[in-house]
């Protein structure tokens, strides 16, 4: 490959300036960097101040022998990126994020290293990309690379396995899945129509990476000129009157007791909101996102108040959905009532939610574990993760009855899911990856 003659160099590092901005408005953090690579406009990332993005620390951390373990009381060997004091005592960076290079020998010596490893990886087959696809298109993997490691202040000259993994065989590779779903959903309408933006649905169980992953596609989207949009399930939970009263309405349901399961979801407001987010196809439109407090009322939740919530413009390009149980399909009584007779009126409920959701998702990512019974650990470091930031959260205790009112759902719905996909998705538009405990994508077997 003539390509490959670059590889032979020692990686020298692109530097990348120091000089961002803050501001801080109404809990809503937005950074602002100049970067000459690859980003013609200033380009943004914002971090909202709501529980959702402090679950993104707990998949983040990871202990080292030269940083503090950020979840030391609930085994974080799973996780993969180094914790940052900082970072864990706000929940967000307040400092400037840019690469710190280190004197001593780096990891990966040179960029045929680095190819060889991105060609290791288990994904490569699923999205369509070969060995000389990667190696036309290096360049691009590096800058991919570079931007990740600057949203998570990693040192992408000096990173661990489990960072390399989730940089180079999870993140970018579904970052090129996505750009290639984007393009054959424009390439579908004509020069004069107005295209509205493509929904990518991401299915995956709680705690499992999934609002990370959407993070950093989110950023590299917005660094290289698209403009996105993140909206989450969590977002559209009923308020915590409407909790109330959904409680009051079946006694005696564990599964309707607290949110979470179908049934406790605003579905109006998920209408509204996507109906509003797909018009988005013009310069000047504006739609403000709902979001939700996690944190609110000891952990049982609440609707955001308005003014937190984050405005996005238009015209959008893509719009990245997430959720524990985003395509889930109504199954038959006796399937259901065999797993927990609870059930029942859920997967009545469950009947609405295609018109509400699915309907609206063109292309899928479905995250597959293998068992269901690790969300509870997931769970577990997302809420001590908010402790120990600073916001109320649940105790140990109360996340594992948390998490046992929707492993029924888990074990119901789950099988169908992997076998047949999200309701209503084409299999072109689909990708499934299968992660470990690490939340890792593995090779399928």
Known sequence: MATLNVFSQTWQPCTISPSLSCSNTINNYVYSHNNNNNCSNNCKVHFFSNSRHFSILSSLSAPTSQFTTHFSKSGSRMSWLQNSSNAASSGYRKRPLYSVFPTKPAEVASVQDLFEFICSGPLLDKIGVTQEKVADSIDKWLSYGRYICQL??????????PQKARVYHYYIPVFIWCEEQISQHQSSFNEEDEIPPLVIGFSAPQGCGKTTLVYALDYLFQVTGRNSATISIDDFYLTAEGQNKLREAYPGNALLELRGNAGSHDLALSIETLTALTKMTREGTKTKLTRYDKSAFSGRGDRADSSTWPEVEGPLTVVLFEGWMLGFKPLPVEAVTAVDPQLEIVNKNLEAYYDAWDKYVKSWIVIKIKNPNCVYQWRLQAEIAMREAGKPG????????????????????????????????????????????GRNPILAT
């Open 152 to 161: 998570f202040q990693l040192n992408e000259l000096y990173l661990s396995e």
């Open 394 to 437: 649940m105790s140990d205790d109360e996340v594992r009855d948390f998490v046992s009112r929707y492993l029924p759902a888990y074990k119901a719905y789950l099988p169908t899911l992997y076998s047949e996909g999200p309701n209503g998705s084409d299999p072109k538009h689909l990708l499934t990856i299968e992660i470990d405990e």
